[in-house]
Every structure is written in C-alpha cells, then in structure tokens.
C-alpha cells in the first residue's frame, strides 16, 4: 500500500500510515485508498514492513514511526538515500529504523564517481545474512550458495574516492547548510510566492536537494533557464501514478498532497562550493529583482 505525504517534510505521513495500516488490517478501503486493481485481492494483504524515504536529505519522524512500527509489529527500512550526514533528535540517518538503505550516486550527498550504497543495521543476523546476498547468496564461500543474491559489492575504485571525501564531509556538510540558510533567508522576503523548505526542531538535512513550491513553477523555471540556472523537478508524477503500478488500480486523487505538491515543487541549485554571488543572482531572478 501507498501512503501519502506530510505536506511540509515531504516525508511519509505518520497519521496516513496507521490509516493505511487499520484499512489493511481491517480489509476496509474506506478508511484508506488500498490497491485494487486486477488481481489484488483486500482479504490476502498484511502489513510486514514500512519504508520511509528520507526526502532532499530531511530525516523523516522516526519516533512515531517506529511507534506505529512496533505496536503492529512491522519492520521498518530507512530509505537513506539522500539522508546520509543528517541528524534526528540527536541520532545520526541511518540509524533510526530496523536497517537502512543509502546511496553514494554522484548526485548524493556523499557522492562517488558511479554507483554505490551502503547498508546498516544493528542486527548481527541480519548483518550476516546481507553479507550472503552481496556475493550471490554464499554460505560458507562464495561457491556454496546458500540463497538468491546479488553482485552487490562496491568496487575498489569507488571505494577510493569515497575514503578521502569521507574526511571533508562533516565541513561539506556545514556548506550545505550555509548554502540553504542563505537561500531561506533572500527567499523568505517573497513568501507569499515561495515556499521555502520546512526543517523540524531536533533535526538537520544534509541538503541532497533545495526544493521550493511556487504555483507559478513553470514560469519561474523558464525565467531561470534564459537567465543560465538550471533547476530539476523532482518527482513530476507520484508515485501511485506511475505507469509501473497500473495494476494497482490506484487513481488521481487518491493522494492528494503528493499529487499538489508534484505540481508545485522544483529543486534549485545545490552544492557545498557554492558562491554567494551566484546565490544572490538565483535568489535575485527567483524574487524578479
């Protein structure tokens, strides 16, 4: 099941996942929109697990989640990707859940040259058992195969690049929220256009990306691509629109704040090196100066 977002984390939304979580239980789709396309079936669906995503580098609320994750007994799995280097009420991302997932795609925070990832988790079995999948599920060696897995080991190269950024990533960090403090305080003059990011008291982003809603975003987009700043969209189509999960039989409205928010949403400019002058000059074109 899907489960919509917090309209100002951008975050999954505790109060919409007990929701999703008694319609399933309860095979009751009128407390929340359950997958209903071919084939599904409401009696034959049971919780097992939640996969919160930690959007633009913000950690989700992990102490409800966890909550509602153990009183129904549901593992959690912390979607990371773009969270590594944030903090939660003084814990560190990647350490808030059951395990955890991110990501070392050059786009991300603590970015190697190709892919990467990594995984966490305090559980020694469960450890052990990820050790398996990495190398085509091994047991004793890697020609005794134990389960299904994976070629999932990171290369020596990446490895290399990713040791010495690792140093300098608490300073790059510090940039990040040099960069997104600045943005926020030039951007916050025309609220009523923008919407600037939201951070919770007790938590820090790692700034993955710099997303502002405006109702106007095209507009605004157009204006600075002639002016020479690129912008992104990230995610145009929610995802229980996408082509992929057809079959769920999920529909337009369905999801309604994910669906506004994709309207409205853009990523501006984001990075550790950034200059003040060229901060000014985005913030400048955004405000019409």
């Not at 299904?148 to 020596?156: K, P, Q």
């Not at 997104?180 to 003059?189: F, G, I, P, R, V």
Request: with cysteine; aromatic share 10%.
């Amino acid at each position: 099941a899907v489960v919509d977002i917090d309209p100002r984390t951008f975050n999954i939304d505790p109060e919409k996942l007990e929701l999703a979580i008694k319609a399933v239980t309860s095979n009751d789709s009128s407390l929340y929109p359950l997958p209903s396309g071919s084939g599904v079936e409401h009696s034959v669906l049971r919780p097992r697990a939640v996969i919160p995503v930690d959007l633009f580098g913000l950690p989700a609320d992990y102490d409800r989640i966890m909550k509602i994750a153990e009183r129904d007994g549901l593992f959690v799995l912390e979607d990371a990707a773009q969270s590594f280097g944030a903090t939660y009420k003084g814990r560190r991302s990647c350490s808030l859940a059951h395990a955890a997932a991110t990501s070392f795609f050059p786009a991300k925070p603590l970015g190697c040259y190709g892919d990467g990832g990594a995984v966490f988790t305090d559980n020694d079995e469960l450890a052990e058992k990820l050790f398996s999948i990495r190398v085509h599920g091994k047991g004793t060696d890697k020609y005794d195969n134990v389960r299904i897995g994976l070629n999932a080991r990171m290369d020596t190269l990446q490895a290399a690049i990713l040791l010495p950024k690792l140093e300098i990533f608490p300073e790059e960090l510090k940039a990040r929220q040099r960069v997104a403090d600045k943005y926020t305080a030039a951007l916050s003059e025309i609220s009523d256009r923008i919407t600037t990011p939201f951070v919770p008291e007790g938590y820090q982003s790692a700034w993955a990306q710099y997303s502002v809603l405006a109702d106007n975003r095209e507009e605004l987009q157009v204006n600075l691509k002639y002016a020479g700043t690129p912008t992104a969209v990230y995610y145009p189509k929610p995802l229980h629109l996408q082509e992929a999960f057809k079959g769920l039989g999920y529909t337009e409205g369905d999801f309604p704040v994910s669906e506004k928010v994709s309207r409205n949403i853009f990523s501006l400019p984001m990075h550790p090196y950034m200059k003040d002058d060229d901060l000014q000059l985005i913030t400048r074109q955004i405000k019409g100066d």
